[in-house]
């Protein structure tokens, strides 16, 4: 039996839609916050429990049973190391044989600001005793084609990330890749480095929203400071708009570049290149 933590996520529902291609419903637990909001994944006949990372004692029930997890990393910046924990110390208790947890690229070297807890996250499962598979996920291109319609609206992309190169994949391509992890045997001690095939800059992307849209949008490079500047003065919470300017800092030293293609092989066809991103998005 697999168990997915988060699945009523964006991620999660695809690893849902992935894993139920390659086994049965009945092996599959959707673990959850709020059972409501998974009706529809309990419709496919997954079987739905509930579970908060934030609520150590609920996760033994949600884990009865289970020979592998899916840690899906919580977007509780700040909170994920401790909510991690909840769940790997469950885990622990239940036996778990593999637990595949969802890093990000090169967590153990990367200048990101987030790649603290995941690196605090990985230390963990290393000392906890459970057989474990890392997938370090690069960034998901649903993180700029998101953005499009404020570069339409404005006529330009705004980032600080200089001409750093950037080797995202869709979502449903890591997606598709933990599910099959979860489903391949003697993955115990593995880390994948997971990125897309191809890379591009922002620039490269700014361009690509024009050739699509028919309308001149650039790029506009700023200083971090500035940038996070114009993402708190669209509205953004501070902790968001921390994340994107940081992030892109990082994407100006190489943070988010793999070439290894590791992701592709993994799931045995190419990744989903950016100008298919961004004909659906639009």
Not at 67 to 76: Q, R, Y
Request: aromatic share 6%; hydrophobic share 45%; proline share 3%.
């Amino acid at each position: 039996m697999i168990v997915v933590t988060g699945a009523t996520g964006q991620l999660g529902r695809l690893v849902i839609a992935a894993l139920l291609k390659r086994i049965p419903a009945t092996d599959i637990v959707a673990a959850v916050r709020n059972e409501d909001k998974a009706q529809d994944i309990a419709a496919l006949g997954v079987r739905v429990r509930q579970a908060d990372y934030s609520q150590p004692a609920s996760w033994d029930a949600a884990l009865q049973g289970a020979d592998k997890l899916l840690l899906i990393s919580s977007n509780e910046i700040g909170q994920r190391t401790q909510q991690h924990r909840n769940v790997i110390d469950a885990a622990q208790r239940a036996g778990v044989k593999l637990l595949a947890y969802t890093s990000v690229l090169r967590a153990d070297t990367s200048p990101l600001g987030l790649a603290a807890e995941h690196l605090a996250t990985e230390t963990l499962l290393r000392t906890s005793g459970i057989p474990f598979v890392l997938l370090r996920n690069g960034w998901y291109t649903e993180n700029y084609t998101a953005g499009i319609p404020t570069a339409l609206s404005l006529g330009s992309v705004y980032g600080c990330a200089g001409g750093g190169r950037i080797a995202s994949a869709a979502r449903a391509d890591y997606a598709e890749a933990a599910a099959v992890v979860l489903t391949t045997e003697d993955q115990a001690g593995k880390t994948y480095e997971l990125a897309g095939d191809s890379a591009y800059t922002l620039s490269e992307f700014a361009a690509e929203v024009s050739r699509q849209s028919g309308k001149a949008i650039g790029y506009v490079d700023l200083p971090e400071a500035e940038y996070k500047k114009a993402l708190l003065g669209a509205g953004l919470p501070e902790f968001l708009a921390e994340l994107l300017a940081n992030s892109d800092t990082g994407v100006a030293q190489g943070a988010l570049f793999d070439g290894g293609g590791q992701l592709g092989r993994l799931i045995g066809r190419a990744t989903t290149p950016l100008a298919a991103m961004v004909k659906a998005a639009m």
